[in-house]
């Protein structure tokens, strides 16, 4: 299986990201190649058999209304990261605050406390709405603890996110043309937990599929799709391109989505340039 994430740091992150990011190097050593996937090595591999926990409706029985949060905070992986300025771009577009606590490498279970690490960085900028897009750093605990184990961990990040009345807004993983025979299978799985949290948490927590804005009509996830370069050269990894598809997801689901905040200086982000001339078109 492939190697880890990018270890990328850009300008527009704040404090708080950077001192996670101190953190997670200066405990576990955090080491990531540049042109790599996103999928995890592990000793055991995964068992790609259906979770036991029940799935029932991946919506709320009743509508919840809308909510206008105050200060959004992004959750995340190296995909993530990749998303953020565009994130920051139109939600600050449409009047509200967001940070970042996404970094590369990060999953719910990976590196070791990072998740008090994000719970803290909420209580200190009082985030009230949280997007998490996370789920391939987890392979490696689910290979040796099983779903249900994982399905545990799932639960104690969304009771501690809104312990004070905060909403969740759970994402899809990022559809992949990946060629392992499991690549696929993987994913589908983790995403059956992720879309049963709304029926398991009316009102608190809903589930976006983000499969559709980086998605070919034939079912695959080229990097280049009527005419704009969504991925970079590893085919997994976002360009501006496809950061902004995503956001525009993110944000017409939250009914907070505008014209003409995806093109300006956030697209000249360093992450975007990494590797040298990941997102230049030939």
């Known amino acids: ?7 990328r740091r850009g300008p527009k992150v704040g404090y708080l990201v950077g001192l996670v990011a101190a953190l997670v190097v200066a405990v576990i050593g955090l080491r990531v190649g540049t042109n790599s996937s996103p999928h995890v090595a592990t000793a055991t591999p995964i068992v790609a058999t259906e979770p ?3 799935v029932t409706s991946t919506t709320p029985a009743v509508p919840s209304p809308p909510i206008h949060p105050s200060h959004v905070m992004v959750i995340g992986d190296s995909g993530t990261w990749d ?3 565009a994130f920051e771009q139109g939600f600050a577009a449409a009047g509200v605050t967001v940070s970042s606590a996404a970094f590369p490498g990060e999953g719910l279970t990976t590196p070791a406390g990072i998740r ?3 719970y803290d960085a909420a209580e200190w900028w009082h985030a009230d709405y949280f997007v998490v897009s996370i789920g391939t750093w987890d392979d490696a605990f689910i290979a040796w603890h099983g779903w249900d184990a994982y399905l545990d961990e799932i639960d104690e990040t969304v009771r501690t996110l809104t312990k004070h009345g905060g909403h969740v807004l759970w994402l899809s993983m990022m559809p992949s043309d990946d060629p392992e025979p499991d690549a696929h299978a993987k994913p589908r799985l983790q995403d059956r937990l992720y879309a049963s949290l709304p029926s398991r948490y009316p009102g608190v927590v809903e589930y976006l599929d983000i499969g559709p804005a980086l998605t070919a009509p034939d079912g695959t996830s080229p990097r280049t799709l009527d005419g704009r ?3 970079k050269p590893d085919g997994w990894h976002l360009c501006p391109d496809g950061a902004a598809a995503v956001a525009h997801a993110v944000l017409a689901h939250l009914g907070l989505d505008s014209v003409g905040w995806d093109s300006g200086t956030w697209r000249r982000d360093p992450r975007y340039d990494d590797p040298p001339g990941a997102c230049r078109r030939r």
């Open 116 to 118: 008090h690490l994000w």
């Open 52 to 54: 036991s926990v029940p």
């Open 1 to 7: 299986m492939g190697g880890q994430d990018s270890h």
């Open 83 to 85: 998303m953020y300025p």
């Open 229 to 231: 370069l969504l991925r």
